[in-house]
């Protein structure tokens, strides 16, 4: 799936820089301009640092531009055979407008590497904001809820208002598949699944490295992946087979743990009290080291007893935390997502005459094979006063419902079998919590069994038909007694 997606991450905000022919800026056109600060994100806020100031050419109707000290160095090492720098000197004033976009965002990184020798002309200007500026070209770094790079802005002779081209970091969690103890399922999205009691749900987490300054050496916040299972679903990476363990992929190649790359916490809480199942933490330098490379994070969790029922299901939530300053490696972005695992229940209400629940009735579950009886689902369950039992934390599928005890002077009930299929969202195709019954229950997933008489009269509490089985046997064993004893007296008497 893609989780909510939260447009996050590396923000490539530039400027295609608006490069006035010569001869063609007056004097009059070197006032100040309104450059306005991108709308989005909305949290953001802006410094502008003055690369290189416009100046009026003496004599000339045209400008050229000067480098700020901070800076000119960057500037005079860009000076590459026609590469006219994207700025104007006194000297040159052709200007080459051709540099690609790949080396603008590279010359922009590299002045943003000399902030700390420069001084902000207009600092902690808020998003879809207007500033008025001198005439020349301008380096903005961006603070907020977003990694933003630097933008460059050339201020010439017309009003700039600066736009942004978005590159998210995403966060997106999915549930992989589901080993089949049952039916389990996942949505093509990988939001969503349904699953039985002891099925092993793959989860995975994935994201990329971001990008920040050169001159950053260490975060403020570090890069961190962090799960929370709800109790539905148990996690233990000590005792999990390999397939279930906590894995992590950097560039599709596994990484092993260790101080140097990533280690593992579990069940424990964050430095802001956040509870979490396992959290794996990268190393600074190993972030640092491997800018913009795609990361992902497989484990495995086991649908238990405790599985909700129904609509609410069983989330499982997976959360990105990063330092979010481009140029410092500062401040703290998060991104969250979150999957559901749904499962289903049977119920069953015995019952004699009119509704009345009965109590003593034994049920066993079967798994559906072929139209036999495969492996029992749970443990069989026994009707206590109000006649319910339910199995639950099931998959959908066939199954076979079983009453293998009636309530004494009974038969047992037929066997039953029983499909469960899952319900899902319009064109979503989701798993939403909701399941479909055929084969006895109502829309609720409960099944009647009625009371059916049998070895006993109805009512009676005796001790049934054995009685009159007996006292017939004895009467048909007396009857032949006498009959013999009536032919051999018989034939006695005719013997004399």
């Known amino acids: 799936m893609k989780k909510k997606v939260v447009s996050l991450g590396i923000l490539v905000l530039l400027l295609l820089i608006t490069l006035v022919p010569a001869k063609v800026a007056k004097a009059a056109d070197l006032a100040k301009k309104n450059v306005t600060t991108p709308a989005d994100p909305s949290g953001a806020t802006y410094d502008f640092y003055l690369v290189a100031k416009a100046v009026q050419d003496e004599g000339e109707d045209s400008f050229y531009f000067t480098p700020e000290t901070a800076f000119s160095d960057v500037l005079e090492a860009k000076r590459d055979g026609n590469k006219a720098l994207l700025w104007k000197t006194k000297s040159s004033k052709e200007v080459d407008n051709t540099l690609p976009s790949g080396e603008k965002i590279e010359l922009a990184k590299e002045l943003e590497g000399k902030i700390s020798g420069a001084l902000a002309v207009q600092s902690n200007i808020a998003a879809g904001t207007q500033v008025s500026l001198d005439p020349g070209y301008y ?167 405790n599985a909700v029922i129904g609509t609410g299901g069983n989330p499982n939530e997976g959360t990105l935390k990063f330092s979010n300053e481009f140029s410092t490696g500062k401040g703290e972005g998060e991104l969250d997502d979150e999957v559901k695992v749904y499962t289903a229940q049977l119920k069953v209400f015995k019952y004699q005459g009119s509704d009345v629940p009965l109590s003593g009735a034994a049920f066993t579950l079967y798994k559906d094979n072929q139209g036999e009886k495969g492996d029992p689902v749970g443990e069989p369950q026994t009707t206590k006063g109000d006649g319910n039992i339910s199995f639950k934390d099931l998959a959908p599928g066939t199954y076979i419902l079983e009453e293998t005890t009636a309530p004494h002077g009974y038969h047992k009930h037929a066997d039953m079998t029983i499909t469960i299929t899952a319900s899902t969202d319009g064109s979503s195709f989701e798993f939403n919590g909701k399941f479909t019954y055929s084969g006895g229950p109502g829309e609720d997933g409960t099944v009647k069994v009625e009371n059916i008489p049998g070895s006993v009269l109805p009512g009676t509490g005796g001790i049934g038909t054995r009685i009159f089985q007996i006292v017939g046997i004895g009467i048909v064993l007396l009857a032949g007694g006498m009959l013999f004893f009536f032919l051999k007296r018989r034939h006695a008497d005719e013997g004399k």
């Open 139 to 305: 380096l903005v770094i961006g603070k907020g809820p977003e990694i933003l790079s630097p933008i460059l802005a050339s201020v010439t002779d017309e009003d700039v208002p600066l736009t942004a081209k978005a590159s998210d970091i995403d966060f997106d969690k999915k549930i992989l598949d589901v080993n089949e103890t049952t039916d389990g399922a996942v949505s093509s999205t990988g939001n969503t699944a349904v699953a039985g009691e002891k099925d092993i749900v793959h989860y995975q987490l994935e994201t990329h490295i971001p990008a920040y300054g050169s001159e950053v050496k260490e975060l403020e916040t570090d890069f961190t992946v962090m799960d929370k299972l709800s109790e539905g679903l148990t996690f233990n990476n000590d005792t999990a087979a390999d397939g279930e363990k906590v894995k992590v992929y950097v560039a599709d190649s596994e990484v092993t743990a260790s101080a140097a790359t990533w280690v593992l916490d579990t069940d424990d809480t964050d430095d802001e009290g956040e509870d979490f199942t396992f959290k794996v933490t990268f190393a600074d330098s190993y972030v640092l080291n491997n800018e913009n490379q795609p990361v992902k994070i497989t484990f495995g969790a086991v649908v238990n007893s």
